[in-house]
Structure formats: C-alpha cells, structure tokens
C-alpha cells in the first residue's frame, strides 16, 4: 500500500477509536476485519500506532495543535509505529518540517497533566495510594505495552519441558518470576501455529491472573466456583490445580464470553468443568449451591484499569460515576459469592483494578457485614503455600497488591477468607 494511503487509513481508524464509543480493541479488530487486503507489517504499524496515540492522548493532541490538516492524520504522524522510511515518504515538506519541530519540544518542560497523559480523577486516587517516588514510574509502566505471559498446563505438561520446546521453536522464553506455573515470552510470536498451543500445553495468562487462581488453591475432589468466569483463563487454571477431579463451575453473565471458553476447554484436556451463563448474582442456580461448595473465586467484574497497559483506551472510558456503579456491583456479587460457602470454605476476591473503591473499600465493607461469619486469611500463608517465589513481596498488610511499576504484572488485588 502507498505510505500516503496507509497514513490516512492510521487517521481513519483514530477516528473511529478515539470516539470511546467501544473498546478499542474491538474497534481495531473490526476495522482490520473490513480492510482484508492489509499485511501484516500494516495491521501491525497500525494497531501499534493507534495504541500509542491512546496512551498519550493528551500530549499529542497538544503537540498536534500547531500542525495543519485533518487532526486524525497529525496524531497518526506523531505517534507513528511503522516503519520510518514509510512516514517519511508519506509526509511532504511542510508535514516534514512540522515534525521536525515538534520533536525539538522538551517534553520535560511541559504540565505534568500532558505528561501523566491520565484524567484528573484517576491521577488524583493514585497519587493518594502510592508514596510521590512511585507515582511517575507507575505512569511510565502503564505507558508500556505488556510482556507476553503463558500458563503451562500441569495437567499436560511440565514447565520446564514447554520451556525448552518453545526454546527449540525459536522463541526468547524464561520464567515468569513469582508463578510457578509460567513463562514470559518477549516479543508477539504467532502461539496459535505452536504444537504447544494446539495441543493445550500452554495459555495466555498474565502472571498476575495465575496468581489469583494460585492463592484459591482448589483440590482434587472439590466443588468450586469461578463466579465471574468470562473467557475462562483462572477457569482453565483452577481445573489443572484439581487435576481435573470435583466439580468446577464456571458462571457468568455473558454466554459470549463463555463461548470463547468451549475451545480452550476442548485444548485444556478437562472434563470437570461446567459452564453455565447466569442472569445475575440472585440466579436460582446460584442459591442451589448455598452452602454446599469448598472454594469460591469472585474475580469481579471493575473498572480494569490495571490493565492500561493492554487497554489503554479504559483511562478515557471510566469515570468516577462507573466506579461507583462497578462498587455497589462487587458488594452484591461478593455477598451472593459467600451465601455458595460450606464451613470451611474459602473465599477470595479479586479485581484488576488499582482503585482503593474496588478493593480495600469492598472488602472492608465485607468484613463490617460478615466479619462473625467469615475469618479473614492472610494472603502471605496462602501463596507461600502455593510455591509462589518471593511471595513477600506480592502482599500489603493481609491482601495480594500488585503494582505495575513494582512487579512487572498487569495490576492485582485480592483478598481472602475462610467460612467459619
């Protein structure tokens, strides 16, 4: 394609995305599905393009302010991905000497606001959590797209022996630092032409999410639930872990989303699984299993901004407003999540969201109303004893904290208790 084309294409698809009418990634996808023709190399430059001009939205739509022409097409230019020699020869003089100028810009000099690149309220709340040391080199982490992690299927498969199988595939792999069960992967190889991958050896999964599904530790034999299950990865984990005896359910609300579960299942090699689409926290297959289930994982549904590094567009798209309502969510599906609980059982939840609403607020609010019935587990005990390395330093007073910045995972919380 003519660099020229391919740069209005890259201002065409900011336009769409920018509208945070959807996530970006479905709006990137669809778009990609509409232009066939694209190669690689294209798809890639824009995707990549596209990604970057989210994190920086504000930075670059100052910067873009004293070019001319379509703004679209000066955020593409700015926040190019592709390759240079394609942007040089898409540009023409007076775009050339415009860039040529705005990359002298000491970006340094300019408000904290454009360089942060977040909304107000979201600065505001991080910078309430987190010492000031650690506020700008959470910025810079959440600015960075995310390294590749897998999940070894221990049902299939050692870890070690998917290692040096991907190693003989070509590929840079070491092991995640704290999962047992992971491996981190540089670069975007294509997994789905892997035997490791086709045979079900292997799944994309934050190390961050395994931990989650480590600190349940379910059993062989057991009867757990996945509350909030959606494409099924902690599903997929937690059934490996119970070496695929008991019963586990996976419940959501959206049968979409567990539709993308069916063929992960199928790779997976589990047969004690049980989707199940729910109407909501009060559904009547929800109240049948009232006191009757060993371990309950509520990995609630949230605002999902500690994965801005992956979902950048999520910082323009949330609000104050629909942190209240995902809140008040949480409250509900936790309360209904702890009704599943046999004496003994333990619970945990968890967000991926780096808001103290979503976390400590919940769960403190959980403890006020169900303190008498519910005793609170220290998160340490519980990934020490799941061979998580380094487990000291995952944890801030009882709870699983997972900073970015800090631990190189999207951003985690969770909690536990047991029933007494």
């Not at 989650?212 to 099924?232: H, N, P, Q, S, Y």
């Not at 403190?364 to 990934?383: I, K, S, T």
């Not at 487990?391 to 800090?406: D, I, N, T």
């Not at 919380?413 to 047991?418: D, G, M, N, Q």
Request: charged share 25%; hydrophobic share 45%; with cysteine.
């Amino acid at each position: 394609m003519h660099p020229n084309a391919l740069l209005d294409l890259a201002g065409l698809l900011l336009r769409q995305v920018l509208a945070f009418e959807q996530p970006a990634d479905g709006v990137v996808s669809a778009f990609f599905r509409k232009h066939k023709a694209l190669g690689a190399r294209e798809r890639h430059a824009l995707a990549e393009t596209t990604y970057t001009v989210v994190r920086q939205r504000l930075l670059l739509q100052h910067l873009a302010q004293s070019g001319s022409g379509a703004l679209e097409r000066r955020l593409a230019i700015l926040g190019w991905q592709g390759s240079p020699g394609v942007l040089r020869a898409a540009l023409g003089p007076r775009e050339q000497q415009w860039l040529d100028e705005v990359s002298r810009v000491d970006r340094q000099s300019l408000p904290e606001k454009l360089r942060h690149n977040l909304p107000d309220w979201l600065a505001g709340a991080l910078r309430q959590q987190l010492p000031e040391e650690e506020f700008w080199p959470l910025v810079q982490a959440l600015a960075e797209p995310a390294p590749l992690d897998l999940r070894v299927n221990t049902l299939k498969a050692r870890r070690d022996e998917v290692q040096r199988a991907l190693d003989e595939a070509g590929l840079v792999v070491e092991p995640t630092p704290y999962s047992p069960w992971g491996l981190r992967v540089q670069g975007k190889p294509a997994l789905n032409r892997l035997e490791a991958f086709t045979s079900g050896a292997i799944e994309v999964q934050d190390e961050g999410s395994q931990l989650l599904a480590l600190a349940l530790d379910a059993k062989r034999g057991e009867m757990v639930v996945d509350f909030c299950a959606g494409a099924g990865g902690k599903t997929l984990a937690l059934g490996a872990a119970m070496r695929n005896t008991g019963r586990l359910y996976a419940f959501d609300v959206s049968g979409h989303r567990l539709d993308a579960l069916r063929p992960r299942l199928a790779r997976s090699g589990l047969s004690n699984v049980y989707p199940a689409q729910i109407a909501h926290e009060r559904d009547d297959r929800i109240r049948r299993l009232a006191g009757k289930i060993d371990r309950v994982l509520v990995d609630a549904p949230c605002s999902g901004l500690g994965t801005l590094r992956r979902n950048p567009d999520l910082k323009w798209r949330q609000s104050p407003a629909t942190v209240a309502q995902y809140q008040a969510q949480q409250q509900r599906i936790l309360a209904a999540a702890a009704r599943m609980l046999k004496p003994g059982g333990r619970l945990v939840y968890a967000t991926c969201s780096l808001l103290a609403a979503e976390n400590q607020d919940v769960v403190q609010a959980f403890d006020a109303a169900h303190g008498q019935d519910f005793e609170v587990l220290p998160m340490l005990e519980l990934v020490q004893a799941a061979r998580v390395d380094r487990a000291e330093s995952l944890v801030e007073g009882p709870w699983l904290r997972l900073w970015p910045h800090r631990r190189r995972t999207d951003g985690f919380f969770a909690a536990a208790w047991r029933r007494r």
